[in-house]
T-cell receptor
Framework: NAGVTQTPKFQVLKTGQSMTLQCAQD?????MYWYRQDPGMGLRLIYY???????DKGEVPNGYNVSRLNKREFSLRLESAAPSQTSVYFC??????????????FGPGTRLTVL | AQTVTQSQPEMSVQEAETVTLSCTYD???????LFWYKQPPSRQMILVIR??????QNATENRFSVNFQKAAKSFSLKISDSQLGDTAMYFC??????????????FGSGTKLNVKP
């Protein structure tokens, strides 16, 4: 049981390049999330997928797209990277139930630098 | 809107001593959940402790306990017998309980805890 895995762990891009961050979970969770973490700020939600087949914008969705490929996988794509997207990106998953047990489980993060 | 505030960007504590991390939140909701997450240098977020707002009893998990003051909207984390492995960034989080809908999480900006030998 690996939990939540993310690839790659590190990435350096030039402005204008595109890339996709991959995330997978093996806990049979319904909901998945993408956050970014910047110095001095808490985690900010980029996009989320409440259940397979659905995706919705979070707090900071501009410049990103997502795909919920299946129940296990949720990818984040940067179509044209900008220096403002330099950040650490976390994927998370949860059961997604409307109840008290909905705890989020996080991946190890991806450190992205855009030059 | 919900906001979570951690007013201590960084704290230090000697090994074996006790330290308290502060968290306040703002909400008009009556039914919600609060969490403390730990993020060690490995960057992976780890759940430390969870508190249901409808429960008056403070949650405890081994050396970790919370002081939940609902009226004051305060949720502090106490770490007893601090260990070197407790060195990490700690995030306070709020989850609004949404019946038949998606539960959103809101995170504070974090407190960096250094445990000194």
């Amino acid at each position: 049981n690996a939990g939540v895995t993310q690839t790659p762990k590190f990435q350096v891009l030039k402005t204008g390049q595109s890339m996709t961050l991959q995330c997978a979970q093996d806990m049979n969770h319904n909901s998945m999330y993408w956050y970014r973490q910047d110095p001095g700020m808490g985690l900010r939600l980029i996009y989320y997928s409440a259940s397979e087949g659905t995706t919705d914008k979070g707090e900071v969705p501009n410049g990103y797209n997502v795909s919920r490929l299946n129940k296990r996988e949720f990818s984040l794509r940067l179509e044209s990277a900008a220096p403002s997207q330099t950040s650490v990106y976390f994927c998370a998953s949860s059961e997604g139930l409307a109840g008290p047990t909905d705890t989020q489980y996080f991946g190890p993060g991806t450190r992205l630098t855009v030059l | 809107a919900q906001t979570v505030t951690q007013s201590q960007p960084e704290m230090s504590v000697q090994e074996a001593e006790t330290v308290t991390l502060s968290c306040t939140y703002d909400t008009s909701e009556s039914n919600y959940y609060l969490f403390w997450y730990k993020q060690p240098p490995s960057r992976q977020m780890i759940l430390v402790i969870r508190q249901e707002a409808y429960k008056q009893q403070n949650a405890t998990e081994n050396r970790f306990s919370v002081n939940f003051q609902k009226a004051a909207k305060s949720f502090s984390l106490k770490i007893s017998d601090s260990q070197l492995g407790d060195t990490a960034m700690y995030f306070c989080a709020f989850m609004k309980l949404a019946l038949y809908n998606f539960n959103k999480f809101y995170f504070g900006s974090g407190t960096k805890l250094n445990v000194k030998p």
